[in-house]
T-cell receptor, first 112, second 114 residues
Framework: QQQVKQSPQSLIVQKGGISIINCAYE??????FPWYQQFPGKGPALLIA?????SEKKEGRFTISFNKSAKQFSLHIMDSQPGDSATYFC???????????FGKGTRLSVIA | DAGITQSPRHKVTETGTPVTLRCHQT?????MYWYRQDPGHGLRLIHY???????DKGEVSDGYSVSRSKTEDFLLTLESATSSQTSVYFC?????????????FGSGTRLTVV
């Protein structure tokens, strides 16, 4: 049973456009929702994270939108750049240091 | 980068042989994790540790064991390697026990079982 479902699997966006990646979760006990960015040959790196007490969090060009009632959250990348081309993973976990459960990833390609 | 290193970076091994991967951290974090990454499956948890000698199973633990005799080292052992264990293995530490956010991942070990 997949606890975090991520879509799409791959995404091609024009430079300057908006990239949107969506995730849905099932476990209502989840209360921490991070996004990770991974470049080829590297480990994933934390990009931005949100807790369910807010509906949106923005850091630079990256925004998480969170919908608790729908059990969904999404990553928006504004003004997408070729340097944003990477694989993005959403994840979720319960309070404390319970292990993160990851989505299957989205490969983003930003083309000029 | 939070002082986490994995070794080896690459390994080719034969079916049926035991293999041990090492994760080493220098910042005294309590929680450490082993994930495997495969195309179409994302990152799946193998085992994790919440302290010295304290470990628990993850989603895909069959065929793997772990040990943590010191805070800084978390070892993953494939008891008898199979081709299905060909994968990229990532170790991670949680920064949350020291007031930080999220995980820091190592650079990964690419394991090929032939």
């Amino acid at each position: 049973q997949q606890q975090v479902k991520q879509s799409p699997q791959s995404l091609i966006v024009q430079k300057g456009g908006i990239s949107i990646i969506n995730c849905a979760y099932e476990n209502t006990a989840f209360d921490y929702f991070p996004w990770y960015q991974q470049f080829p040959g590297k480990g994933p790196a934390l990009l931005i994270a949100i807790r369910p007490d807010v509906s949106e969090k923005k850091e630079g060009r990256f925004t998480i939108s969170f919908n608790k009632s729908a059990k969904q959250f999404s990553l928006h990348i504004m003004d997408s750049q070729p340097g944003d081309s990477a694989t993005y993973f959403c994840a979720a976990s319960r309070t404390g240091n319970t292990p993160l459960v990851f989505g299957k990833g989205t490969r983003l390609s930003v083309i000029a | 980068d939070a002082g986490i290193t994995q070794s080896p970076r690459h390994k080719v091994t034969e079916t049926g042989t035991p293999v041990t991967l090492r994760c080493h951290q220098t910042e005294n974090h309590r929680y450490m994790y082993w994930y495997r990454q495969d195309p179409g499956h994302g990152l799946r948890l193998i085992h994790y540790s919440y302290g010295v000698k304290d470990t628990d199973k993850g989603e895909v633990s069959d065929g793997y064991s772990v040990s943590r005799s010191k805070t800084e080292d978390f070892l993953l052992t494939l008891e008898s390697a199979t081709s299905s264990q060909t994968s990229v293995y990532f170790c991670a530490i949680s920064l949350r026990d020291q007031g930080g956010d999220g995980y820091t991942f190592g650079s990964g070990t690419r394991l090929t079982v032939v």
